[in-house]
């Protein structure tokens, strides 16, 4: 009814296809999240490359270890005490060693029958594979029950240019510290190759927090390449536990680099009456034309309580110009404050162009 | 027993005021191919639509679309079908059922009415949507395959995983993320969806041993580390991130979209 009554309120000069809605009580103003949620991984990839006969894959002793081929190659598991899985041996004399197989493309893993080594409790030593391959060979081992994980992210998750990013990895066992670790990363442009090695930092001297807490970062200040679009990144950790046991662990994080499509004025942001409505407006430097949509999410400025939101379709031409949108007054209790979630997202190619939280006064 | 007061509630005005129904099937991501009305029906398995629309007798649409695409261009695809066949015959009652990504899809197209101007048309006759293991929040599997890709590999091109394409990238938690918090509605902080979306959530891996893509579930869970239950592709916390909880399934990421392991079809029937 509240929706209804508010469309039935809009002047006929606004846009048609603008459309407002409520929140439900109890939700609340809820900033974009800085970053991606931390990938956990118990696990590694290597490559195995043609040339090489043997692929060292350790073992930190505190779990099973999955081994998986990403192609059914002829290969020997051999473990720190010699035991093998033979190539063709669906499982090992003492049944700690199997083998089982299934087909990539029924994961969407790509076509070809993939291969899977169990091993079902890990020694803390080097585990080797043993095979000969004509192309490359993708292996993954995880040790699902592991207590070792590294975590990792990139920040800002909607990155605009000139932002710099943050790259970070947290290595734990159980709730400890893992410490001297080597921890790299590599980042790679949608649908681009990935660059150089960048070694990551626990000093307390690169944005990692205090030195020697497990945590391992690096800021960059810009991206290795002018490339819009889904960054990933591909961090590398390897070092020892506090046991002594070799470990290694690769993780992944992501951050969308925007294509500087536009430039939302912060400062132009300002809410005034209209009738029964309050108009927001902001100033916008437009540099790529296009279809854009300008979304507004209101809140209440003491309690951050989300009252309404709006959102304005617009096909807008290169240049500076300015954007409104109306809430009904009704939706937005009254408030002579609010605080203000303003957007501006590219239609065309999906993309933030601008974001901006503010508080203004209602006039 | 909302949903089931719903269901009688809107049964009673179809009968009165002569709705037509119709269901429509949005399947998930995976290659180009299932762009083919062929292939998109076989995602489900004969059994399934047999089983959902009441023996055929509700009538259905499968849409088929490039599976490899962003959720935007499926969505594109989606709409022109379910426009066409909606005018075509008449049908002001849709009850949408999805699996997988096809959830991320119909929510691209609920939280961006005006994006195409089949998309509110469409929105106004959908009556509910039953989403099958959505990664509404991502999925780690799709993580992995990013990490896995080709794009680490100095000196070739060889997309070794060879599935690291638009509609995996979409999938990542790192996408979901960001697209949750700028372009879709539903999730937490963010305006609602204009219909209501059911989720479905699978919680098993072993559902045949007999079947290989059990041990491929079973694997890809066990490496990427997903948190609390999954299927083997999406976590529970995922599927369950937008939306209301209808049920949960033991039957895994294969076995969720068909009604042989779990009688899902069965259950979807239960709205008409």
């Known amino acids: 009814m509240k929706i209804l009554l508010a469309l039935a309120l809009f002047p006929a000069s606004l846009f048609a296809a603008d459309s407002v809605g409520t929140f439900a009580p109890g939700d609340m103003l809820t900033p974009p999240a800085a970053h991606a949620p931390a990938n956990v991984s118990r696990m590694y990839a290597r490559t195995l490359t043609p040339g090489e006969r043997t692929l060292d894959l350790p073992a930190a002793g505190d779990s099973s270890m999955i081994v998986w081929t990403m192609r059914a190659v002829s290969a020997r598991l051999v473990t720190p005490t010699g035991r093998t899985l033979e190539p063709d041996a669906v499982q090992s004399s003492d049944r700690s060693l199997q083998r089982f197989r299934f087909e990539g493309s029924d994961l969407g893993f790509g076509k070809g029958q993939q291969q899977v080594m169990h091993v079902a409790r890990t020694e803390a030593a080097t585990y080797r594979l043993e095979a000969a391959v004509q192309e490359p060979v993708t292996v993954v081992a995880a040790e699902p029950e592991s207590r070792i994980t590294l975590s990792t992210w990139a920040a800002p998750l909607s990155r605009q240019p000139g932002e710099p990013v943050t790259l970070h990895a947290e290595l734990r066992e159980g709730a400890d510290a893992l410490t001297e670790a080597r921890v790299t990363a590599r980042l790679a442009p949608a649908n681009g190759k990935a660059g150089e090695s960048i070694e990551l930092f626990d000093d307390g001297r690169h944005d990692d927090g205090a030195a020697n807490d497990g945590v391992y970062a690096i800021t960059l200040n810009d991206l290795p390449q002018d490339a819009a679009g889904l960054w990933q990144v591909r961090f590398e950790a390897d070092g020892r536990t506090a046991a002594g046991a070799r470990f290694a662990r690769t993780g992944s994080g992501e951050l969308m680099a925007e294509r500087d499509a536009a430039r939302l004025d912060a400062a132009s942001i300002h809410a005034t009456v209209h009738g029964e409505n309050v108009r927001i407006t902001a100033s916008v430097d437009v540099r790529i034309a296009g279809n854009y949509r300008f979304d507004v999410i209101a809140a209440d400025a003491t309690t951050r309580a989300a009252l309404a939101w709006a959102e304005a379709p617009r096909a807008l031409t290169a240049g500076p110009t300015e954007l409104s949108v109306e809430i009904p007054l009704a939706l937005l209790a009254n408030k002579e404050s609010l605080r203000l979630d303003v957007r501006l997202l590219g239609m065309d190619t999906p993309g933030v162009a601008g974001r901006v939280e503010r508080e203004v006064s209602v006039r | ?272």
């Open chain 2, 1 to 272: 027993m909302k949903r089931a007061l719903a269901v009688l509630l809107l049964t009673l005005a179809a009968v009165t005021a002569f709705a037509k129904t119709g269901v429509v099937f949005i399947h998930g991501k995976g290659g180009a191919n299932l762009a083919q009305a062929s292939v998109a029906r076989a995602y489900w398995g004969e059994d399934m639509l047999r089983a959902s629309t009441k023996g055929f007798t509700i009538p259905y649409l499968v849409c088929g679309y490039d599976g490899t695409q962003y959720m935007w261009v499926a969505g594109n695809q989606v709409a022109g079908q379910i426009y066409n066949w909606m005018n075509a015959n008449a049908i002001d009652d849709i009850v949408i059922e999805t699996h997988s990504f096809g959830g991320v899809v119909i929510r691209w197209i609920l939280s961006n009415p005006t994006y195409d101007s089949r998309y509110q048309p469409i929105i106004n006759r959908i009556r509910w949507v039953n989403s099958i293991a959505p990664p509404n929040a991502g999925s780690e599997a799709a993580n992995l395959a990013g990490t896995l890709s080709g794009s680490w590999l100095t000196g070739w091109m060889v997309d070794l995983v060879g599935q690291n394409n638009d509609a995996t990238k979409n999938c990542s938690t790192g996408s979901m993320t960001y697209y949750n918090q700028y372009y879709l509605k539903g999730s937490a902080g963010r305006p609602a969806l204009p219909k209501t979306v059911y989720n479905i959530a699978g919680t098993g891996l072993w559902n045949d041993f007999v079947h290989a893509e059990d041990y491929g579930l079973a694997t890809l869970s066990g490496v990427v580390g997903m948190p609390g239950e999954d299927d083997g592709m999406v976590s529970q916390y995922s599927a369950q991130a937008v939306g209301v909880v209808w049920f949960t399934t033991l039957a895994n990421h294969h076995h969720n979209r068909r009604n042989d392991y779990k009688k899902i079809g069965d259950s979807l029937a239960t709205d008409f």
